[in-house]
């Protein structure tokens, strides 16, 4: 398992940015497919982004074409480019890291990072 930490939330206003970044620790972190999920109040958690070992990278509807992830292996780290923030976008993201031959049960996921988006 990988043990992940996340940093770069805050308080933003309508239409800026912010960039979450996730840094795993422990070994093999290349081979894992890295995730951000979200949860806002009174809501059930939600997946955000993917990215898989070789890059490839998909998205929930709401965020596509305003967020990207990436990951620097070498740093060990994955990152959330935000764009054009909204106020539902406002929740606790979460990273998650899912070894591709384990079953979920097995993920790891970090403390969590509050974004919020207001005026």
């Known amino acids: 398992q990988v043990q992940l930490v996340e940093s770069g939330g805050g308080l933003v206003q309508p239409g800026g940015s912010l960039r979450l970044s996730c840094a795993a620790s422990?070994?093999?972190?290349?081979?894992?497919?890295m995730g951000w999920f979200r949860q806002a109040p009174g809501k059930q958690r939600e997946l955000v982004a993917t990215?898989?070992?070789?890059?490839?990278?998909n998205y929930v509807d709401s965020v596509k074409g305003r967020f990207t992830i990436s990951r620097d292996n070498a740093k060990n780290t994955v990152y959330l480019q935000m764009n054009s923030l909204k106020p539902e976008d406002t929740a606790v993201y979460y990273c998650?890291?899912?070894?591709?031959?384990?079953?979920?049960?097995?993920?790891?996921w970090g403390q969590g990072t509050q974004v919020t988006v207001s005026s």
């Open positions: 998650n890291a899912r070894h591709p031959r384990l079953p979920r049960t097995s993920d790891s």
């Open positions: 422990g070994s093999s972190f290349s081979i894992y497919i």
């Open positions: 990215i898989t070992p070789g890059g490839n990278t």
